[in-house]
């Protein structure tokens, strides 16, 4: 049954593209492998799946010669980002995993200046001053034999990688296909961590198959395709607006499947956070 209101219509389907990407948390504490493996199986399966659906669809996967090196240094931030991201949902919860995760907005607010030159804005200290104030209440302990804090540590380094790919995204390759730059990124992914295959017993592997699968098929080809398809009907301002809502659906999929309730310090420092993000993307679509 179709919306009779198109702007209704193109906010469900973000939301929807939310929860598939949301995802991630709970499948990532699920899966019982070591982080390289289920990234790397991940990426295998993806870069199958996005290849077909791009011939399918007849979208193009030539790349400019010149683009290479921006396309390969990409797919390593990429595998970056998401191993160290895969590592703080192990080694924390879901919710923590995410929420530290997701201080990427803030961090890209700070890296844009260097990086492409645009003017620093003095708010931006603001912001990351309430970002940090969100990552103490998330493990005000500090502790580095806790694994909370290095869960929180590490999930902050998979935001600056995310960070660095989207800046590097944004200067070369523009021009491409989101579906495109997705099947080169999963490919190198694949390729950089297909050796650690080599160093598990792969029975144990396909005991995990179901998790895998889900991650390539919901997370990454579902979820980060409809992700980028919503990009015709919004802003990427607005876009970052509404997805701040995805560390949201991760830790109620967390609840719902592994029965991680968060705590009130990590509630409200994820708040924190997330409440940096929102005022950032409202601030600059005015």
């Not at 990532?28 to 290849?51: D, F, H, N, Q």
């Not at 029975?203 to 579902?222: E, M, N």
Request: some cysteine; proline content about 3%; glycine content about 8%.
């Amino acid at each position: 049954m179709r919306l009779k209101n198109p702007h209704l219509a193109h906010i469900l389907e973000i939301n929807i593209a939310m929860v598939f990407i949301g995802t991630s948390g709970a499948l990532g504490r699920y899966v019982e492998l070591p982080v390289p493996i289920i990234i790397g199986s991940r990426a295998i399966l993806a870069v199958v799946i996005l290849y077909v659906f791009c011939r399918w669809m007849g979208i193009s996967l030539a790349v400019k010669r010149e683009h290479y090196p921006v396309m390969f240094m990409s797919g390593v931030l990429m595998g970056g980002h998401w191993v160290t991201y895969f590592y703080a949902l192990q080694w924390s919860s879901v919710a923590i995993g995410m929420l530290s995760m997701f201080t990427y907005p803030v961090v890209t607010a700070f890296l844009e200046p260097i990086l492409l030159k645009t003017t620093f804005q003095k708010i931006h200290l603001l912001l990351g001053a309430l970002v940090l104030a969100g990552i103490y209440f998330l493990s005000p302990d500090f502790d580095l034999q806790d694994s909370n804090t290095l869960a929180i540590g590490i999930g902050v380094l998979s935001a600056f990688c995310y960070s660095l790919r989207n800046l590097l995204m944004k200067t070369k390759v523009a021009a491409y296909h989101g579906s495109a730059i997705m099947v080169y990124q999963t490919a190198i992914v694949a390729i950089l961590l297909f050796p650690a295959l080599f160093y598990v017993d792969f029975d144990r592997v396909l005991g995990q198959w179901k998790g895998i699968l889900a991650l390539a098929v919901l997370t990454t080809a579902i979820g980060h395709s409809l992700f980028l398809m919503t990009f015709k009907h919004f802003s990427i301002t607005t876009v970052s607006i509404i997805s701040s809502v995805q560390p949201v659906y991760g830790i109620l999929i967390g609840f719902l499947f592994l029965n991680e309730i968060p705590e009130w310090s990590t509630v409200f420092g994820g708040t924190l956070i997330l409440g940096a993000v929102v005022i950032e993307s409202v601030r600059t679509q005015k």
